[in-house]
């Protein structure tokens, strides 16, 4: 029982980080953007506008709630809710290495987060009952069934080549080299498959402005919006997160693997503020023409070498 709460506990330290990383993010992405576009970014509220998020945050949960008259009433609310829930319940899976939850099948677990994610996009666009949202959420639909695919098998790359599911082993296996240097084109696919996950520029297609006005999320304000908002920004983390736990192999308490956490939500940023949206059939001949056979080559090239090496170790 004590373990159990301290678990809870830990858990709750973890989500409270997540949600203050996520504000930071925000900022930072302002910021980068900004400078991108040769601007300044919020520079106001607080220190060099530090305090910005937090500002944001207290507009949009103190504004009025308005709600579609032809909506699913109950639907329509819960889904933002779900979605950041399962946004942050991903989170277990890291291998913290001090007594949270450090799943032995992390790997599966992920997936399965992974998969259920799409549900609350598609409840939101179909709860609003709304012709731009409904097209928006049909698209992250397709789109995220076709990009799990290929990140599936990525995954499963990597699993024949660890020999197991937990992600612990990835620290292990990257100790005297990073798996990036020789599954580059991999993690090539893999970050441009998390862009499309996270529904990021330039595969944005759910939240398409120029044809959907805001996509899925058209008919929310105030606190549904800054729950779909906070929950993007922990997918963003978490994907960066697991990029650098997969590539770029470092131990949950060395300070490298934040930088490099950091690192890599820097790139999500500066993917957005350089690429235009692009064209919905080239965003599918992309994940069924490109990514799922180079996904499938790798995976069929690393059970050679697994099963190479354990003949040579049989003999």
């Known amino acids: 029982m004590v373990m159990f709460a301290v678990m809870v506990v830990n858990y ?3 989500i409270i980080c997540v949600l203050v990383g996520v504000a930071f993010v925000t900022l930072l992405e302002r910021k980068i953007l900004g400078y991108i576009q040769i601007r300044k970014g919020p520079n106001k ?4 506008g530090i305090l910005q998020p ?22 329509y609310y819960m889904s933002p809710v779900f979605s950041l ?4 319940l991903v989170w277990a899976v890291s291998p913290y290495e001090v007594g949270l939850m450090n799943f032995e099948l992390g790997v599966l677990f992920f997936l399965c987060c992974l998969s259920l994610g799409v549900y609350s996009t598609m409840s939101a666009g179909w709860a609003s009952n709304s012709k731009y949202s409904m097209l928006g ?30 992600f612990e082993l990835f620290n292990l296996y990257q100790e005297k080299m990073w798996f990036l240097w020789f599954t580059l084109p991999l993690s090539l696919i893999w970050f441009a ?6 529904n990021r520029t330039p595969f ?17 304000s105030s606190g549904g919006f800054a729950l779909i908002f906070m929950a993007e920004y922990a997918s963003i983390l978490f994907m960066s997160l697991l990029f650098s736990l997969l590539f770029l192999g470092a131990g949950f308490f060395s300070v490298s693997l934040y930088v490099k956490v950091v690192s890599m ?14 064209r919905y059939d080239k965003l599918m001949h992309l994940a069924w023409k490109s990514f799922l056979p180079v996904s499938l080559n790798y995976l069929i090239f690393f059970m050679g070498v697994k099963m190479v090496c354990f003949c040579s170790f049989i003999n």
């Open 12 to 14: 709750l330290v973890v």
């Open 45 to 48: 509220v607080g220190f060099l």
């Open 54 to 75: 937090f500002s944001d945050a207290i507009k949009l949960f103190t504004k009025e709630q308005t709600t579609p008259t032809l909506s699913n009433f109950f639907v």
């Open 85 to 88: 829930f399962i946004s942050l």
């Open 137 to 166: 959420s049909l698209r992250a639909v397709a789109q995220t069934i076709s990009y799990e695919v290929s990140l599936a098998l990525i995954l499963l790359s990597f699993l024949f080549l660890t020999g197991g599911f937990s």
């Open 193 to 198: 498959s998390c862009l499309a996950e996270t």
């Open 204 to 220: 944005d297609f759910a939240e398409g402005e120029s044809e959907l006005v805001s996509g899925f999320n058209t008919e929310y």
């Open 265 to 278: 939500a820097f790139v999500f940023i500066w993917v957005r503020g350089t690429l235009p949206r692009l």
